[in-house]
């Protein structure tokens, strides 16, 4: 008599939260709280929360009694894969080390020290530029002070934010010199580094790889409608807040709308996927990638603004966003994501 065993279901486990602010929770939590479950997987969220306390449960749950660390990674410890949510420098770079490399639970995405170079837009832009890939003219800077020689060699208006911020946190667009200043100091209040870099006019696109098994797939492009009205995203164009600070949402993108598939010729198309191709393995990144670029209004040469190797699975995030656009079975997708993570071998 035959019977039908059901396959054993792999233990996928959500790193949820951030150990060092509530913004960074707020923000994981928002894009984490949807994330699909393909067919063959079972979900367990280990929650961070600011005061070093976690949380584990089969759902994301806040409400469930907090545990200490050892005390998570006890409970954590048949996990088969894990998927980081976190968007702190912490969650990003340490909390993925300690995952793969301490607790040999192999991840989906980059690694650790993958993000910890990725997240310093200046060292992202050298390895571009070692790569062959076009970035735009810039410096770092740990003071207000600038030297003539330097500022020489830039054009205007410059872009001023922190080296190893996100979401536009400290960033200005400076048009004149007696403003560059205050730029910096702003900027150096969210990173004790500061990126200055020239200001490249034009479109700005977001483009995505997937990698699945030896072949790139590239989702379909998102362009935000930025304007001379608007010449840059600001964090209230990313995000939105409740009054009194409280992140909300994502931005609804009133004042720069986002299209998505954006309209782009054939030629473009292919040399931001090449450009995008480069990159993902020139910094070796794993499964996905996704890069923002502007294409300059008079020379149509395309330059990479910076690297973001996130991707939280939910119907919000970037690249579901890109996949769904094109009508792209998000779930199947993710499930062949996971399964190549989870077959992964970890040292």
Not at 92 to 120: C, D, K, Y
Not at 195 to 211: D, M, Q, S, T
Not at 251 to 267: D, G, I, R, Y
Not at 286 to 303: E, L, V
Request: proline share 5%; glycine share 6%; charged share 20%.
């Amino acid at each position: 008599m035959e019977t039908n065993t059901k396959p054993m279901s792999l233990l996928s486990l959500q790193l949820v939260g951030s150990p060092t602010s509530q913004f960074f929770f707020d923000l994981s939590v928002l894009y984490a709280k949807d994330v699909v479950c393909p067919e063959g997987f079972d979900l367990l969220f280990a929650i961070a929360y600011p005061d070093g306390q976690w949380s584990v449960s089969t759902h994301l749950d806040t409400s469930v009694p907090r545990v200490s660390l050892s005390e998570m990674i006890q409970k954590v410890q048949e996990a088969d894969l894990a998927v980081p949510h976190m968007f702190c420098q912490t969650g990003l770079t340490s909390i993925r080390i300690l995952f793969e490399e301490i607790l040999h639970v192999p991840l989906v995405g980059a690694s650790g020290q993958v993000l910890s170079i990725a997240q310093n837009k200046h060292f992202t832009k050298l390895i571009a530029q070692d790569l062959g890939v076009s970035v735009p003219k810039g410096c770092c800077t740990i003071s207000t002070v600038i030297a003539p020689e330097i500022l020489s060699d830039f054009s205007w208006p410059v872009i001023v934010k922190p080296n190893c911020a996100d979401n536009s946190e400290g960033l200005s667009l400076v048009k004149e010199k007696g403003a560059l200043s205050e730029a910096i100091e702003k900027a150096l209040s969210f990173d004790a580094e500061v990126l200055l870099e020239e200001f490249i006019p034009g479109r700005e696109l977001r483009g995505a790889v997937i990698k699945q098994g030896e072949q790139y797939y590239t989702p379909a492009f998102i362009e935000y409608g930025v304007s001379q009205a608007r010449p840059i995203r600001e964090k209230e164009d990313k995000l939105k807040f409740q009054e009194d600070g409280q992140l909300l949402a994502q931005s609804e993108k009133h004042q720069v709308p986002a299209q998505c598939p954006a309209m782009l010729t054939e030629e473009l198309k292919a040399e931001l996927t090449q450009m995008m191709i480069t990159l993902h393995e020139g910094l070796h990144c794993r499964d996905f990638s996704m890069y923002d670029f502007r294409i300059h209004a008079q020379t149509g040469k395309p330059y990479l603004l910076e690297a973001g190797l996130f991707w939280s699975f939910s119907k919000t995030s970037m690249i579901s966003s890109m996949l769904q656009a094109e009508g792209a079975d998000l779930v199947a997708i993710t499930k062949t994501l996971w399964t190549t993570a989870a077959k992964r071998a970890v040292t």
